[in-house]
């Protein structure tokens, strides 16, 4: 368990206010655009910068208390860091990288073994090169490893894959995704792409100039109306927790369930039974007022209108029930009056277009899903 | 060497001798000043700032003279050297050491101070996270990153060192084997009827210890930068 709550000013005008518990095992999310603070809170928790007043406390150890005058020093904290740019040591080969952190760790205590983390990362062909000569993706998974091998009991990202191409994103990701499977590490990682926040999260703290808009499961936060300036009316969607019920080969098509019924989608590289998340955009789902005949759009559910709340500009944000399950639609303000949209209306959910997560290419839009800078 | 005389040969060792050790032995505080000056916030800070470097600025000869009066048989600290730790400064080769340590003082903590600014502080935090202490850090991230400057910084000072005059003759006068070091010998050499020759020798000697200790630093700069990964 992680719990933060830190206030902060700066000369200059910024300041920070946040609350959140993130759960002590799985990845978190702060999620903002830049300015917006992230980075401040993961140093705060590190101990390289100090609130003015709040507590942090991580796996039940207080890090930071202004109250109690408790503010442990930077390496007693005992958290792997991995930052934008690396930070790699240049006069030590990798595998002088890897080891800084380990040797300065209890033998009795390092759980984390070197082989498995080198196994982990791939990068057991890099040991003895130096820094300089390594590619922005091998320099980030080495960094990764370091951090890894201090034997942390919990792992703080800042943007790791900011700083690399499209490429070399989808290099990493999938180490990352085996980092967060494989390890019982609790995972503080910031970022401005929604992207890596869908692929990799579990909890979601959403941040804006300093402030948070909103922190809980990604699932459930994403869908709120108040995530809009931060995710941008263009990205504002829903995330569904499907399970992959069946593959058309012929059709090249998949069905996935999930509690409000099924959605069809490109075949997905997943076995029958496997989890996957689909995500939709508010933006691509339609609205009827009767089940519509004669339409091309495949993915049509039954829903029960909850909540409409008109936006600024031309457009209103429709909360659908769909068989439990929340489901954001976004329609121009004139069709909430042509259908006479109001809570407890049922309706027919039109989604003209499902997204479904990691191995999926079309997941990983290129340049989009991205915080709005 | 045989092209040297017996004198001009024990001038050229004791040159050597001389700025080795003020070298060797100023370095630790230049890299503790360098360290402070790069670093630390106090107020009085532009006063050791100015103190460090008010060798650099002020004729050798004042040097030598305050060394003198300070370190001198009866200078206020020298009586308490003498009288505490039997230690001689007037005459003798030590006193020469003191003499090349505090002019070249300034030139190796500039190096030193250059090459420290010029760390990632980056690195040092990542560090810390690793679980390194702040001394730690210094030991493991900041010095080995710091030592190309270290060492070009000790190799300027022996050159500097070796070149010094004003102060030492002042402070620990011109005595043959004891403080008469190549510049020394070359001033008496130019007092002597046939000394001509023996100058000329002697600056042969400055010209190609001075070359080759500035050929050496920019070859160790080079090499320890290819080494640490920043060539």
């Known amino acids: ?373 | 060497m045989s092209m040297l005389t017996p004198e001009e040969w024990t001038a050229v060792t004791l040159s050597l001798k001389v700025a080795f050790w003020a070298t060797f032995w100023s370095l630790p505080l230049a890299v503790l000043t360098a360290f402070v000056l790069a670093r630390a916030r106090f107020p009085s800070k532009s006063l050791l700032d100015g103190l460090v470097y008010l060798p650099l600025v002020l004729p050798k000869v004042v040097v030598g003279y305050l060394l003198l009066v300070s370190l001198g048989a009866r200078g206020f600290l020298g009586q308490y050297l003498d009288a505490w730790f039997g230690i001689r400064l007037i005459f003798t080769t030590a006193g020469a050491t003191v003499a090349a340590a505090v002019v070249s003082f300034p030139l190796t903590v500039n190096a030193i101070r250059l090459a420290l600014e010029a760390v990632d502080r980056g690195l040092e935090t990542a560090a810390r996270t690793l679980g390194a202490s702040r001394l730690d850090v210094f030991f493991s991230v900041t010095l080995p990153l710091m030592l190309p400057g270290v060492l070009s910084g000790a190799l300027l000072a022996i050159a500097s060192a070796l070149g010094e005059f004003g102060a030492t003759i002042t402070f620990v006068s011109n005595v043959e084997g004891q403080t008469r070091t190549i510049p020394l010998a070359i001033y008496s050499a130019t007092h002597m009827p046939d000394g001509d020759a023996m100058a000329l020798r002697l600056t042969l000697v400055s010209v190609v210890l001075a070359l080759g200790s500035l050929l050496l630093a920019s070859l160790v700069d080079r090499r320890i930068r290819v080494m640490i990964g920043r060539g």
């Open chain 1, 1 to 373: 368990m992680i719990e933060v709550d830190l206030r902060l000013a700066r000369p200059g005008g910024f300041a920070l206010d946040c609350g959140f518990a993130a759960p002590g095992e799985g990845v978190t999310a702060l999620f903002g655009r830049s300015g917006a603070g992230k980075t401040t809170i993961i140093q705060a928790v590190a101990g390289v910068v100090r609130p003015d007043t709040g507590r942090i406390v991580v796996g039940g150890e207080v890090f930071f208390d202004a109250a109690r005058g408790i503010d442990v020093p930077i390496e007693a904290r005992r958290v792997g860091y991995v930052f934008q740019d690396s930070r790699l040591f240049p006069h030590l080969k990798v595998e002088g990288n890897l080891r800084y952190g380990e040797r300065r760790c209890r033998a009795v205590e390092r759980p984390i073994r070197f082989e498995a983390v080198v196994e982990l990362l791939g990068i057991g062909h890099l040991l003895a090169r130096r820094p300089h000569t390594l590619s922005g993706g091998e320099r980030q998974r080495v960094a990764i490893g370091r951090a890894l091998l201090a034997q942390p009991r919990l792992l703080l990202m800042d943007e790791p894959l900011a700083a690399l191409d499209e490429a070399r994103k989808a290099e990493i990701l999938p180490y990352l995704e085996r980092l967060r499977d494989a390890m019982r590490l609790p995972i503080l990682y910031v970022s401005h792409s929604l992207d890596e926040v869908l692929r990799l999260a579990d909890t979601l703290v959403a941040l804006r100039d300093g402030r948070q808009v909103a922190a809980g499961p990604v699932a459930q936060v994403l869908s709120r109306p108040e995530m809009l300036p931060v995710v941008g009316r263009f990205d504002l969607g829903t995330l569904l927790e499907c399970v992959v019920a069946r593959h058309d080969g012929d059709l090249a098509l998949s069905s996935l369930a999930f509690a409000g019924g099924e959605l069809r989608v490109p075949q997905v590289d997943r076995a029958i039974g496997e989890k996957v998340r689909a995500r939709v955009r508010a933006r691509d789902v339609a609205i009827a007022l009767t089940k519509p005949e004669g339409v091309s759009v495949s993915n049509l559910l039954p829903a029960v209108v909850e909540e409409v709340v008109a936006q600024e500009g031309p457009y209103a944000d429709v909360g659908l029930n769909v068989g439990g399950v929340r489901l954001a639609a976004m329609v121009t303000r004139e069709s909430v009056a042509r259908l006479a949209l109001r809570p407890g209306l049922d309706v027919w959910a039109m989604v003209k277009s499902v997204a479904v997560d990691s191995r999926n290419p079309d997941f990983l839009s290129p340049g989009g899903l991205t915080a709005p800078e």
